[in-house]
């Protein structure tokens, strides 16, 4: 038998993306495994977001010199954003010569050939190909989230917000035809998958570069017609494109969630400007204000950053203020982290470490209270519930209901994959329990 282990940092699309390269592994005849021991090849599929991000690729990698020692035929390969920035390909081969193949995110489909060409030739090598416009597909997806499934709608990123890298590693936005969408999502729902994630860095531009253009809500609804029981959700919204026709078609079809990510980063005008969000807090406020008009029980998360350069302690309290007064249903916070080669990395005004993390406790602090607060309300309620698993240390089963609030509770039979009603009995800090009605 030959094994593999995938190890992968990042996003949704980085998660979605290992999935791809298990489906190429196991075409070739390996078996996943968890073990470093016992795998053949182990793929670090990278992400470069955050400074962190990279600094536990780096540790985990660094941590493979001993076995690649023991094990000369042990492939070990480091795919995705992080050697797709600019000279870190060779920084990871001169700081680790024992990896194998390094391969940029464009080269992901390529895989195949490439483990091919490293066990045949036997040469280390890099494969970093700045291939932003095209879209290369994959044939088999080797899914590992039942029973939500993974669907890109589209690739890349045009925005240039100051602070990000990923236009930079993930190269254009490129739209794949709906057709491709939509059967892809057809025989997902009729191999039984219940929820689908729509996933593009910024769905709201999706299908502006396609010929004929395609709006987003457009693919939205045609989504939703596919018959069968399942749920739609996608990410990520941005504030400054989203229109009412996406909020109209979250309203008219029970299948796509009330439920949107709607990342704000900041509350301050200013630092918005700076960050080239290309919105105020106003106009953020407006959406949330349209979005609650048109589906009423929406729920909304975000993404929320602080200590960007030049973000002063009354910019902080803008921030603070806005998430009081939107009251998210959830949010993923973040440090402000410098990325080498965007606008943001050689901007005046950096934040001192310590005031970040000031401003980042007092941030997540405010957020749970409202979390807390959010989950109070839940009790006593009856929530359709999609079942993701049965978590065998809790000895309980854990699911979401539409908005995503995550419930656990008790069941005498397996019920993994599927819907069931249950009521909410206990919130205890953000975590709901219940019981089968
Ligand atoms: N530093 C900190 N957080 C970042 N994000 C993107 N780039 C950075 C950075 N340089 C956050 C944003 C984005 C989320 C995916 O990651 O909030 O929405
Ligand atoms: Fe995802 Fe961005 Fe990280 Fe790449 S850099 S894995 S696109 S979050």
């Known amino acids: 038998m030959k094994y593999y282990k995938i190890i992968t940092y990042g996003c949704q699309m980085n998660e979605h993306e290992s999935e791809k390269l298990s489906g190429i592994l196991e075409n070739l005849g390996y078996n996943l495994t968890g073990s470093d021991e016992l795998a053949d090849v182990i793929v670090f599929n990278t992400c470069c977001i955050r400074e962190n991000a990279e600094q536990r690729a780096y540790g985990n990698i660094g941590a493979l ?4 020692k023991a094990n000369k035929n042990k492939i070990i390969a480091v795919g995705g954003c992080m050697p797709q920035q600019k000279d870190k390909a060779e920084i990871l081969r001169d700081k680790f010569p024992f990896i194998d193949i390094i391969f940029g995110t464009h080269n992901l489909a390529d895989f195949e050939r490439l483990l091919k060409q490293r066990l ?3 040469k280390k090598f890099i ?8 879209i290369k597909e994959c044939s088999f997806v080797k899914r590992s989230t039942y029973p939500s499934a993974y669907v890109n709608v589209m690739y890349g990123c045009n925005n240039f917000c ?3 890298i990923v236009p930079y590693v993930r190269g254009r936005e490129r739209s794949r035809n709906p057709e491709d969408i939509l059967a892809e999502v057809k025989t997902l729902v009729e191999s039984g998958y219940k929820e689908i994630n729509l ?4 769905v709201d531009s999706y299908g502006k570069d396609l010929n004929p253009k395609v709006e987003f809500s457009t693919l939205l609804s045609r989504v939703a017609e596919i018959d069968g029981k399942f749920r739609i959700r996608f990410i990520s919204n941005h504030p400054k494109d989203i229109n009412e026709n996406v909020a109209k078609t979250i309203k008219k079809y029970d299948k796509i969630c009330n439920s949107i990510h709607f990342p704000v980063q900041s509350g301050s005008t200013k630092i918005l400007g700076l960050m080239n969000r290309k919105y105020t807090r106003e106009e953020y406020l407006e959406k949330i204000d349209m979005l609650r008009r048109i589906v009423p029980d929406i729920k909304i998360t975000t993404d929320i950053m602080v200590g960007f350069p030049m973000e002063l302690e009354d910019d902080f309290n803008d921030t603070l203020s806005l998430v009081e007064k939107v009251e998210f249903d959830g949010a993923f916070t973040f ?3 410098p990325r080498s080669g965007t606008k943001a990395y050689s901007m005046d005004g950096h934040i001192d470490e310590k005031i970040k993390k000031e401003r980042i406790v007092k941030l997540v602090d405010l957020q749970n209270s409202i ?3 959010i989950a109070s309300k839940y009790l006593g309620k009856t929530l359709e519930i999609l079942v993701d698993e049965f978590n065998l240390e809790q000895q309980i ?3 979401r209901d539409e908005g995503g609030k995550v419930v656990h509770f008790n069941s005498d039979k397996n019920v993994v994959g599927e819907f069931v009603s249950i009521r909410i009995t206990k919130a205890s800090g953000i975590s709901l329990y219940g019981e089968i009605v």
Request: proline share 0%; net charge positive; charged share 30%.
């Open 397 to 399: 089963y854990i699911g």
């Open 65 to 68: 010199k001993r076995l690649k």
């Open 162 to 164: 100051s602070y990000c």
């Open 371 to 373: 979390n807390r607060k």
């Open 127 to 134: 494969e970093i190909s700045n291939d932003e416009y095209s």
């Open 120 to 122: 045949e030739k036997g």
């Open 199 to 202: 996933l593009g860095q910024n």
């Open 335 to 337: 440090v402000y982290s």
